[in-house]
């Protein structure tokens, strides 16, 4: 499965745009990005995701980069609710279906 | 009903035990999915079952059984276990190759 990167930690205030990273620079023409994040004492709950173009939903939007070796997921007005773990996953090919969750972005969201 | 059901929420067991962890979800997906959690790690897969057979084995131990009796239950029965495997054991489910769905988790404690 190739293989993202994600800053251990992000802060933000409560209201304000977050903007968190992911690098995937050995993607594959078949995978498709997922976002998931993780609230405390919670299971991972599905954000998004999107293959080449960007996309928006009612959580989020997906900033997918022209070479699609990066992402970037944006939270558009922070809620003290967002605090979570935020997972980038590669989906596609053989694994699709299969989450292969990396460290994550731990999200703190101050008031 | 959009929820992943998992019961009991809490357990704990002896190394000479046997126990059995359930998931039911009633969305009409016919891929479920259990994955382990250690504390302050990401989720791991463990199996994956699409149309009540099993697909994928992440090389689980052989004290880690699961079940798929029908396309809305999951089981995964566990017998003589180690200290190491107390976890959070994550199940979810999906159309195949759609979004995951995750039940709240069974935390597992093995004395």
């Known amino acids: 499965d190739a293989k993202t990167t994600q800053p251990n930690s992000m802060e933000s205030n409560e209201e304000e745009p977050v903007h968190l990273p992911c690098n995937h620079s050995?993607?594959?023409?078949?995978?498709?990005i997922h976002w998931y994040r993780q609230l405390p004492s919670q299971g991972p709950e599905y954000v998004i995701h999107?293959?080449?173009s960007n996309v928006n939903n009612r959580m989020a939007s997906l900033a997918i980069a022209e070479d699609r070796k990066s992402s970037t997921l944006i939270l558009h007005r922070a809620t003290l609710r967002d605090a979570a773990v935020y997972y980038c996953?590669?989906?596609?090919?053989?694994?699709?279906?299969?989450?292969?969750f990396g460290q994550g972005t731990i999200l703190t969201v101050h008031p | 009903d959009t929820e992943v059901t998992q019961t009991p929420k809490h357990l704990v067991m002896g190394m000479t035990n046997k126990k059995s962890l359930k998931c039911e979800q009633h969305?009409?997906?016919?891929?479920m999915y259990w994955y382990k959690q250690k504390a302050k790690k990401p989720p791991e897969l463990m199996f994956v079952?699409?149309?009540?057979?099993?697909?994928i084995n992440e090389s689980v131990p052989s004290r880690f059984s699961p079940e798929c009796p029908n396309s809305s239950l999951l089981n995964l029965h566990l017998h003589a276990l180690q200290p190491e495997d107390s976890a959070l054991y994550l199940c979810?489910?999906?159309?195949?190759?759609?979004?995951?769905?995750f039940g709240p988790g069974t935390r597992l404690t093995v004395l």
């Open positions: 079952y699409s149309y009540e057979k099993l697909s």
């Open positions: 979810a489910s999906s159309r195949p190759k759609d979004e995951q769905f």
């Open positions: 050995t993607i594959s023409g078949t995978d498709y």
């Open positions: 996953i590669l989906t596609g090919g053989t694994s699709y279906g299969k989450l292969t």
């Open positions: 969305m009409g997906h016919r891929a």
């Open positions: 999107g293959l080449t």
